[in-house]
C-alpha cells in the first residue's frame, strides 16, 4: 500500500507555504518529494500547465497516482457524448503523465427523475468509457462523496450502490474510489463492507474528521485500524491524502510519514 499526496487540497486553504500554490500544482511537487512522498495526485488538469508538472515530476521522480477527468455529468444520457470526449482528452493528458488512474464524479441527482433512469445512465456512460480505459490500460475509478456537508445535491453516496455500477459495467478499467472521510460522514465507512469489495476499490482517499484536517490530529476515524486492515488485505494500490490542513502543510506531510501504517 502506498500513499500520494493531492496537491491542491494540501497545499490550498487557508494555510498558505510561500512560493507554493495548490492552483499550480507544479509548484507543490519539490516539497512533496522533500516530505518524504513519491506520489501525487491533483484534481483538474485543465487550468494547469501540463508540461511545467511533467517537468517538476520528472526532476523530483514522483509518480502521478491519479487525476480527474473533466466534470461532466454521467446521470443525464445527453451528456454522455461530451462525458467521453472530456475523457479521452483526459486520456490523452494522463498518458503524457504516466497516470494510470483516472477519477470521476458521476454528477448531480436530477430532480424529478427516478434514481434507477439515473443509475442506467451511469452505468450506460460508464460502458461506453470502458474500451477507451481498456485500450489505454487505464483504470476509471467513480467517486461516492457525501451529500451531507460537502456535496448537497450529489447522486452518488452509498457504496453500496457504486459497487452495483461496477458489477453492472462488468469491465475492469471500471472501479471504486472509497473516499474514508466521505463515506465516514455517511455511516458507510464499515472495515467489513470494504474488505468484502477490495475486487472492487481502485483508489482510496482519507482526510481527518471534523472538518477535513489533518488525518490523526484530533480524528474520529480510527485510521490505524482502518488502514492497517487494507493493507493487511493485500492492497497495493494508493491512498491519497486530501485533507485541507490547519498548519504548515510540509510539517503536516513529514508528521505523517510516522504514522501511516
Known amino acids: 500500500m502506498k500513499y500520494s499526496v493531492c496537491a491542491p487540497a494540501v497545499f490550498g486553504g487557508n494555510v ?3 512560493g ?12 512533496i518529494r522533500k516530505a518524504g512522498y513519491s506520489a501525487y495526485e491533483f484534481w483538474s488538469w485543465w487550468n494547469q500547465d501540463v508540461e511545467k508538472i511533467l517537468a517538476e515530476q520528472e526532476a523530483n521522480g514522483l509518480y502521478p497516482a491519479a487525476l480527474c477527468t473533466r466534470f461532466i455529468s454521467l446521470t443525464d444520457p445527453e451528456l454522455r457524448e461530451a462525458y467521453i470526449e472530456g475523457l479521452k482528452e483526459t486520456i490523452g493528458v494522463a498518458k503524457k503523465l504516466g497516470a494510470k488512474t483516472i477519477i470521476s464524479q458521476v454528477g448531480n441527482e436530477r430532480v424529478g427523475v427516478p434514481r434507477e433512469e439515473q443509475h442506467e445512465s451511469i452505468v450506460n456512460g460508464l460502458r461506453a468509457a470502458a474500451p477507451l ?16 456537508i460537502d456535496h448537497k445535491g450529489y447522486y452518488l453516496w452509498e457504496s453500496a450502490e457504486a459497487y452495483e455500477i461496477v458489477d453492472e459495467v462488468a469491465s475492469p478499467n471500471v472501479k471504486v474510489l472509497f473516499d474514508l472521510y466521505h463515506q465516514y460522514i455517511m455511516d458507510d465507512l464499515k472495515i467489513e463492507e470494504i474488505l468484502k469489495n477490495m475486487d472492487r476499490i481502485g483508489h482510496f482517499h482519507m482526510a ?7 488525518p490523526y490530529t484530533d480524528c474520529e476515524i480510527d485510521y490505524d485500524a482502518v488502514l492497517t486492515a487494507i493493507r493487511d488485505s493485500g492492497y497495493a494500490g494508493y491512498v491519497g491524502l486530501e485533507y485541507f490542513p490547519l498548519r504548515d502543510a510540509e510539517t503536516g506531510l513529514r508528521e505523517l510519514t510516522a504514522l501511516l501504517p
Request: proline share 8%; glycine share 10%.
Open 16 to 18: 498558505k507555504t510561500p
Open 20 to 31: 507554493i500554490s495548490g492552483d499550480k500544482v507544479d509548484s507543490c511537487l519539490a516539497v
Open 133 to 148: 480505459l481498456k485500450e489505454a490500460g487505464m483504470t476509471l475509478v467513480i467517486e461516492p462523496l457525501n451529500t451531507k
Open 208 to 214: 481527518g474528521y471534523p472538518g477535513r484536517h489533518e
